[in-house]
């Protein structure tokens, strides 16, 4: 295991889809090192989600894992590690809501970005079982940012409105308290 880079914005490979995994690759060793490296590189940056692109790896793999609890930025849902391999998505409800997001690719940044808050995924786990889960909430737009990962989508592209857009002190001075749960990956 290692604690890979994670490639910032203006990296090409952020900006390009994600290729899905062969059926054949889901069973093949490699596959569990990289979620491993994946699951490491997400504890020592600090996030609470990363998509494989994020450490040069365009294969449509990400993770999600979220302590819960009381954070700086409010009360967020606890998720335990999960791994999305091949993930697609519905959405159950349109109705939008909206969250500071931050990326680790995006360092030193927040923008508020409004997404469906129900959606059901369906995805391949870690040993080929297929699974399919309901997300609301925080939990469904910290997927949602994911997923957008394995389609060479950044949050800053979601902004509708582009004065919601700081930096990381300003954000805690200004907006913060106003503000929603952020969502760090
Ligand atoms: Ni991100």
């Not at 290729?19 to 590189?41: K, N, Q, Y």
């Not at 997400?42 to 894992?65: F, M, N, S, T």
């Not at 786990?125 to 997927?143: K, M, S, W």
């Not at 950044?154 to 969502?183: N, S």
């Amino acid at each position: 295991m290692a604690v890979r880079k994670v490639i910032r914005m203006g990296h090409p490979i952020l900006r390009q889809p994600a290729r899905p995994l062969e059926a054949d690759e889901i069973g093949s060793p490699w596959l569990p090192a990289l979620v491993a490296d994946m699951v490491e590189t997400l504890h020592d940056y600090g996030g609470i989600g990363l998509a494989a692109p994020q450490i040069a790896e365009p294969v449509r793999v990400a993770i999600i894992e979220i302590p819960g609890g009381q954070s700086r930025y409010g009360e967020i849902p606890e998720m335990p590690l999960t791994v999305f391999i091949n993930p697609a998505i519905e959405v159950v409800d349109p109705a939008t809501h909206g969250y500071w997001e931050g990326c680790l690719s995006v360092p030193g940044l927040r923008g508020f970005v409004e997404r469906p808050q129900h959606v059901r995924i369906r995805y391949t786990t870690l040993d080929g079982r297929r699974e399919t889960i309901e997300l609301q909430g925080f939990l469904a737009t910290v997927f949602q940012h994911e997923l957008d990962h394995l389609d060479g989508t950044l949050y800053v592209d979601r902004i509708t409105d582009t004065k919601l857009l700081a930096f990381e002190e300003e954000f805690m001075r200004y907006l913060a308290p106003q503000g929603e749960a952020a969502v760090i990956d």
